[in-house]
């Protein structure tokens, strides 16, 4: 047998091997695909997520509207669930130019404050309006963490509808947390701060003698919504952090949680963190009312701004106001009392049912839950543990209902699902944890990424939640996502908690940092009486524009105001003539569609400002004033029709004195007029 | 003696196949029940003479002019409607108005301005002047009333007494 014989001989064998193999193989080899793949199916679910449980088809809705502060960006931004799809931004705190929000003349007032024009806040929280304990589909709150204010979002028409701003605050973090029939909105300083009126040039390290808390209590007018400061609670100098208010047996109270009783004015993360406990005050408001009828609230001088849009006139304006009431608690003594909990409580929160205050210490390896009967026995037998600066200290055990013992590490906040359980956060740990309220057992925990902050469950906060979805909001992103450089989207994660197990389906990043959200179902909202569009017959604002008929241009010394209409696809007029270097040319468009979704944009070339966009029906105003003799184009911003680059004009800008007479057309060649007057 | 295992083998795998590919027909499925209505329009029970609304022969029967209500058609129409049409027999971004009513029936012509969308759709007509003037006519949500007083005034422009 030659070497040739022998190789041909050695690959018929292997030939006859590898044949008598091939089902064998094939076999394995499908059973080995199989088995990932169908894996997500079962164990690998834990891990992995079940995202059909999310996928909504397209051209479906979502279940849930699910309206998330934005933190740093000063917006809320509204999400469907469970699809976490971004439905819209509404620009509240900080300015929006894709929007013009607070660059158009009309919306300039809402972002008005005592300091003037202010662009930019950090809104931390959201609250849904509520008609006895339970989500009502009219307003979003939310609050102003720095410089300290309320706002009103209406969900008609998802936009700002008012602006308060809270005198003697610093810092408006304990809000916008309000009661079951939206009767207040409560706003409590994150910084003790010397009041307005007394004087703020002091010592810093006068901490104990100066510095004073104040929590506003902001009415709601159930109809208009529109907001006031009923009356402000003068308290201990403290970090008041957040709130909950009391719910059926409960109404008529409120919870908010309080740390820094140590009362440090530097390195707080080592001062503040001295005691054992600090405390969850809680606040009979029904009391206070008592006391504001009996004439016990001290009128106190202070300067805050009120600011409102009028849906009519298509304008906000920006009242000053100057005077606010104040009750002292510590001086009227049945108002208040503190309740120890351990290590600088940061959530507060109330059960569906009203009985159950979950205090979250957010350096605690413990929950302390409060029973509201325990409490209301601890006042009426005086279960006291002395005072701090005039208020009762409730003795710990005799509110306590119980602890639930090593539930993690660093709980923050907790929402219910009305089925009994509790779910919390934990910062350290990266976790949600369930658990049992009546038992205190934990009955499931999972894993969020990472870092988790707020939790929502839809009504999560109210007597009646829709228990169907957990959403956590997370602190830290890293690996989650494509890397987008050294800034990266913050997260959240989206779990199913219809069964026992909570299971995550979604994973989604979000705008700015999300802290608290709220959610609702969705025909909650969309059945509210949305608006589509602006009707033009009602459109009251001074400068409106109802038909071409009525466009023109008129001067007012050196303001020059422009009547000007958008329609598909052409403005009118498109052509002005006779602005002049120096003037301040003010162009009020009104938007002459009547059809939902066709909104017209509006830009001129160099004006420093934003665009408009405005909506059908509506009238806005750009203010533009050009710095150099020329031709400036203006276009629509917003595609509205296949001829949408034609949508288009141009406005001539003469020197100073010049001579050109003022004029506006559109669809005419206007006689020639001098081509240049400036020789 | 291996080749009973070699099926079973191969029965589980192909079960486990079918298993994994079984989750897929019920979401595409809810997909094509879902496509919107004004992609799937269906002419063929689209009357042109009639258009399509709550108008028809039965409930446009008009007399002689009201000159009242032509008045306050006129001062709509100019909010909503002279941003694009002339009342002379001239374009602008659409047709000019004169001689309308003698050429569409009053149902057609209320059955439009009130109900535009579905009938741009469907409408050979409508669908050939949106060749020529290249924008779909705006819903102007016009209420019952409004529409009327448009119609009037149609009706006026072009020498109904």
């Known amino acids: 047998m030659s070497s040739n014989d022998f190789i041909i001989h050695k690959q018929r064998n292997m030939k006859r091997t590898i044949s008598h193999c091939v089902p064998w193989l094939g076999a394995i080899l499908i059973l080995a695909i199989c088995l990932p793949a169908c894996k997500p199916k079962n164990a690998g679910n834990v891990a992995m997520g079940d995202a059909s449980k999310a996928y909504v088809p397209p051209g479906k809705h979502d279940e849930f509207y699910n309206f998330v502060s934005g933190g740093f960006s000063g917006q809320m931004s509204v999400y469907g669930l469970p699809s976490g799809r971004l439905l819209r931004v509404v620009p509240v705190f900080s300015v929006d130019p894709e929007k013009g929000w607070g660059y158009s003349e009309e919306t300039k007032p809402m972002l008005n404050t005592s300091h003037g024009f202010v662009p930019w806040d950090d809104l931390h929280h959201t609250e849904m309006s509520q008609t006895n304990g339970e989500i009502n589909g009219k307003w979003v709150f939310a609050n102003a963490n720095n410089t300290p204010r309320l706002a009103r979002i209406d969900l008609k028409t998802f936009r700002t509808a008012e602006i308060i701003e809270l005198p003697n605050s610093g810092g408006n973090h304990s809000s916008p947390f309000g009661t079951e029939n939206s009767e207040y909105i409560v706003a409590g300083t994150r910084f003790s701060v010397p009041a307005d009126d007394a004087n703020g040039d002091v010592p810093i390290n006068t901490y104990k003698e100066n510095f004073k808390g104040h929590i506003s209590f902001v009415s709601v007018n159930q109809e208009s919504g529109e907001m006031n400061i009923a009356f402000q609670l003068k308290t201990p100098g403290v970090n008041f952090d957040l709130a909950r208010c009391g719910r059926a047996k409960s109404h008529g109270w409120f919870f908010f949680s309080c740390y820094n009783t140590e009362q440090a004015n530097t390195l707080l993360e080592v001062n503040a963190s001295q005691r054992d406990k600090d405390f969850i005050m809680a606040v009979n408001w029904k009391k206070a009312e008592e006391y504001l009828k009996a004439g016990k609230g001290k009128k106190v001088k202070v300067k805050y701004a009120h600011n409102k849009w009028n849906e009519a006139t298509h304008s906000g304006s920006s009242t000053i106001k100057t005077e606010v009431t104040v009750l002292d608690v510590s001086e009227l003594k049945d108002i208040c009392y503190f309740i120890p909990c351990p290590k600088s409580p940061h959530g507060c929160d109330v059960d569906p049912t009203g009985e159950f205050i979950v205090g979250s210490g957010k350096l605690a390896a413990l929950i302390p839950v409060f029973s509201f009967d325990k409490l209301q026995q601890a006042i009426a037998s005086k279960a006291y543990d002395g005072e701090y600066e005039g208020i009762p200290v409730v003795k710990y055990e005799a509110a306590l209902y119980g602890e639930v013992q090593k539930p993690g590490l660093g709980p923050l906040h907790t929402e219910f699902d009305g089925k009994g359980n509790a779910y919390t956060s934990f910062f350290v740990s990266s976790e949600v944890v369930k658990w049992n309220i009546k038992d205190l057992k934990v009955v499931d925990r999972v894993p969020t990424y990472y870092s988790v902050g707020h939790l929502c469950i839809p009504g999560g906060n109210t007597r009646k939640p829709s228990p169907k979805y957990l959403i956590a909001y997370n602190k830290i992103t890293k690996d989650r996502y494509l890397p987008t450089g050294p800034e990266l989207a913050q997260s959240a994660q989206l779990y199913d908690i219809s069964g026992d197990k909570m299971q995550m389906i979604l994973d989604f990043p979000t705008i700015g940092e999300p802290h608290y959200a709220q959610a609702a179902p969705a025909d909650l909202i969309k059945n509210n009486g949305q608006l589509k569009i602006f009707k033009i017959g009602e459109n009251k604002h001074p400068y409106v524009t109802k038909g071409e008929a009525e466009s023109k241009v008129v001067r007012q010394g050196n303001q020059v105001h422009v009547y000007m209409t958008s329609i598909r696809s052409h403005f009118a007029p498109d052509n002005i003539e006779g602005v002049k270097l120096g003037d301040e040319v003010y162009f009020h468009i009104t938007n002459l569609e009547q059809d939902w979704d066709v909104p017209h944009g509006f830009a001129v070339k160099g004006a420093a400002n934003a665009e408009l966009l405005i909506m059908p029906g509506e009238t806005t105003t750009l203010k533009w004033v050009p710095d150099r003799v020329g031709m400036f184009p203006m276009y629509c911003t917003d595609f509205c029709s296949a001829l949408h680059q034609e949508m288009q004009g141009y406005i001539r800008v003469s020197p100073a004195g010049s001579n050109v007479p003022l004029s506006f057309s559109v669809g005419t060649n206007q006689p020639k007029a001098p081509a240049a007057t400036n020789k | ?161």
């Open chain 2, 1 to 161: 003696m291996k080749q009973p295992i070699f099926t079973v083998l191969t029965a589980v795998a192909l079960t486990m196949l079918m298993a994994c590919g079984g989750q897929e027909p019920a979401s595409s499925e809810g997909q094509t029940k879902n496509a919107p209505k004004s992609m799937v329009a269906d002419a063929s029970s689209y009357d042109p003479k009639r258009g399509e609304g709550k108008y028809n022969a039965g409930n446009t029967a008009f007399g002689a002019l009201d000159a009242g209500l032509a008045g306050k058609g006129e001062a709509i129409a100019g909010t909503k409607c002279f941003s694009c049409h002339k009342t002379t027999d001239e374009r602008l971004v659409g047709p000019g108005w004169k001689g309308v009513t003698a050429r569409r029936q009053p149902y057609w012509i209320l059955n439009f301005i009130t109900n535009p969308d579905p009938m741009i759709d469907k409408d050979p007509e409508v669908q050939a002047q949106l060749e020529l003037c290249l924008v779909r006519m705006p819903n102007q949500n016009l209420s019952d009333d409004e529409a009327r007083q448009i119609f009037e005034f149609m009706r006026k422009n072009d020498g109904t007494k």
